[in-house]
Structures are given as C-alpha cells and as structure tokens.
C-alpha cells in the first residue's frame, strides 16, 4: 500500500493497520455523505440512478 502521491510504503505492523483503518473509516464515511445527499439534494440522484 502506498501512502500518499510519492513513494511512502508503512514498514511497521501498526502503521500499516492505522493506514487500512482510515481507509476504512474515509470509505464508510464516504458511503453515508452520498446517502445523506441523496435525500437532500435533487441532483445527486442523478449519480444513483434513481
């Protein structure tokens, strides 16, 4: 896994579950912005489908 634009590899175990968790974090925070969007603003239905 890559960190960043450069070339910045986690070496250390916990580095590298801290970088897996905030990617997992920023994804289910992602999910539930569009969901939040999609109730409140017409035009990002148009991203959904619906």
């Known amino acids: 896994m890559k960190l960043g634009v450069g070339t ?3 070496r250390e175990r916990m580095l590298v579950w801290i970088a897996y968790l905030e990617w ?3 994804t289910f925070m992602l999910i539930h912005l569009l969901v939040a969007l ?3 603003l017409p035009i990002a239905l148009l991203f959904f489908g619906t």
């Open 38 to 40: 999609k109730n409140t």
């Open 24 to 26: 997992a974090v920023g």
């Open 8 to 10: 910045t590899y986690p």
